[in-house]
C-alpha cells in the first residue's frame, strides 16, 4: 500500500503561458508591454508557484525586473533552433527553500539534450524542482510542461514519458501545463491513468482566448492543472482579469 503524505500547508499554484513573442516584438501584443498586466495577476493572486510556458531570452530581463524579486526561478531552454524556449517555474522565495531542480526531454531519451519524437515541430520539456516549505518544513515537487501543438499522437508519446518521469516521485506532486489537450484526448486519460487528479473544470470553457483555438479543442480547457494523491484539492478558477485593460495572454491562466 503506498502512504499517503498529507500536506500541512496549502499551496497556490498558477498556470499561465506567457505567450511567446517571436511574433509580437511590438504594440500591445508584446511581451514588454504585457509584463505589467503580468505583474499586476501576480500581486492580485499572490500564486506561491507559477508554472510558465513560452519564455524566450528576450522575455528573460523582464521577468526578471517585474517578479523576481518575489519569486525565484528555474527552468533551462529546450535547445531548439528557433523559439528557444523554456518552461520555467517561479516560486515564492519567502515560502520556500530551493533543493533541486532538472530540465528532461519528453523523448525516449530524456537526459539527451534536444531530443525529440519524430514529427515533433519543437524539442519538448518538463521543468521539475523540489522544494522544501520553510514553515512545514516538507518537500514538495513542482513540474511544468509543453506539449506538442500538432499532432495528438506526439502528445500521447510525450505524456507516457511524462508519467514515466514522475511515477518515482516520493513526494507531493503538482504538474502544471499547456497540455494543447482536453479531458477527452488520451494525453490527458494517460496522466490521469499514471495518479494524478485534473483541477481543471470543463464548465471553465476554454482557456484559450482565440475562437479558433477554443473551437479546435471543443472549448474545454487545454491548460491543467494535475496533482497527485498525496495532496487534497481545495478549490481552482479560471483567471479572466485584464488588469489596466491590458490582456496577460492569450490564454486564460489557471489557479
Not at 500500500?1 to 500536506?7: F, G, L, Q, T
Given at each position: 500500500?503506498?502512504?499517503?503524505?498529507?500536506?500541512m500547508?496549502s499551496?497556490?499554484?498558477?498556470?499561465?503561458?506567457?505567450?511567446?513573442?517571436?511574433?509580437?516584438?511590438?504594440?500591445?501584443?508584446?511581451?514588454?508591454?504585457?509584463?505589467?498586466?503580468?505583474q499586476?495577476?501576480?500581486d492580485?493572486?499572490?500564486?506561491?508557484?507559477?508554472?510558465?510556458?513560452?519564455?524566450?531570452?528576450?522575455?528573460?530581463?523582464?521577468?526578471?525586473?517585474?517578479?523576481?524579486?518575489?519569486?525565484?526561478?528555474?527552468?533551462?531552454?529546450?535547445?531548439?533552433?528557433?523559439?528557444?524556449?523554456?518552461?520555467?517555474?517561479?516560486?515564492?522565495?519567502?515560502?520556500?527553500?530551493?533543493?533541486?531542480?532538472?530540465?528532461?526531454w519528453?523523448?525516449?531519451?530524456?537526459?539527451?539534450?534536444?531530443?525529440?519524437?519524430?514529427?515533433?515541430?519543437?524539442?519538448?520539456?518538463?521543468?521539475?524542482?523540489?522544494?522544501?516549505?520553510k514553515?512545514?518544513?516538507?518537500l514538495?515537487?513542482?513540474?511544468?510542461?509543453?506539449?506538442?501543438?500538432n499532432?495528438?499522437?506526439?502528445?500521447?508519446?510525450?505524456?507516457?514519458?511524462?508519467?514515466?518521469?514522475?511515477?518515482?516521485?516520493?513526494?507531493?506532486?503538482?504538474?502544471?501545463?499547456?497540455?494543447?489537450?482536453?479531458?477527452?484526448?488520451?494525453?490527458?486519460?494517460?496522466?490521469?491513468?499514471?495518479?494524478?487528479?485534473?483541477?481543471?473544470?470543463?464548465?471553465?470553457?476554454?482557456?484559450?482566448?482565440?475562437?479558433?483555438?477554443?473551437?479546435?479543442?471543443?472549448?474545454?480547457?487545454?491548460?491543467?492543472?494535475?496533482?497527485?494523491?498525496?495532496?487534497?484539492?481545495?478549490?481552482?478558477?479560471?483567471?479572466?482579469?485584464?488588469?489596466?485593460?491590458?490582456?496577460?495572454?492569450?490564454?486564460?491562466?489557471?489557479?
Open positions: 500500500h503506498r502512504a499517503i503524505i498529507v500536506c500547508n499551496y497556490k499554484v498558477m498556470t499561465l503561458n506567457l505567450w511567446c513573442d517571436f511574433m509580437h516584438i511590438v504594440g500591445t501584443k508584446g511581451f514588454s508591454y504585457r509584463i505589467h498586466s503580468i499586476k495577476l501576480a492580485n493572486y499572490h500564486p506561491d508557484i507559477i508554472g510558465t510556458q513560452e519564455m524566450t531570452y528576450a522575455m528573460v530581463p523582464y521577468i526578471r525586473e517585474s517578479l523576481l524579486h518575489d519569486y525565484g526561478i528555474f527552468g533551462a531552454h529546450r535547445k531548439s533552433l528557433m523559439n528557444n524556449e523554456a518552461n520555467p517555474i517561479l516560486y515564492r522565495k519567502d515560502r520556500f527553500e530551493f533543493v533541486k531542480g532538472t530540465t528532461l519528453l523523448s525516449d531519451t530524456p537526459d539527451i539534450e534536444g531530443s525529440r519524437f519524430l514529427l515533433s515541430q519543437f524539442p519538448r520539456i518538463v521543468t521539475m524542482i523540489t522544494l522544501r516549505d514553515e512545514s518544513r516538507e514538495v515537487t513542482f513540474a511544468n510542461t509543453h506539449l506538442d501543438v499532432f495528438s499522437f506526439i502528445r500521447q508519446k510525450q505524456a507516457e514519458t511524462l508519467c514515466r518521469i514522475l511515477k518515482n516521485e516520493k513526494n507531493p506532486v503538482v504538474l502544471t501545463g499547456d497540455f494543447n489537450s482536453n479531458e477527452t484526448q488520451d494525453s490527458i486519460k494517460t496522466i490521469l491513468a499514471g495518479g494524478f487528479r485534473d483541477c481543471a473544470s470543463n464548465a471553465f470553457g476554454s482557456t484559450l482566448r482565440g475562437k479558433i483555438g477554443s473551437a479546435r479543442f471543443n472549448h474545454l480547457p487545454i491548460d491543467h492543472i494535475f496533482y497527485n494523491d498525496c495532496l487534497e484539492f481545495i478549490r481552482s478558477q479560471k483567471v479572466t482579469d485584464t488588469p489596466d485593460g491590458i490582456w496577460p495572454s492569450d490564454h486564460y491562466p489557471l489557479l
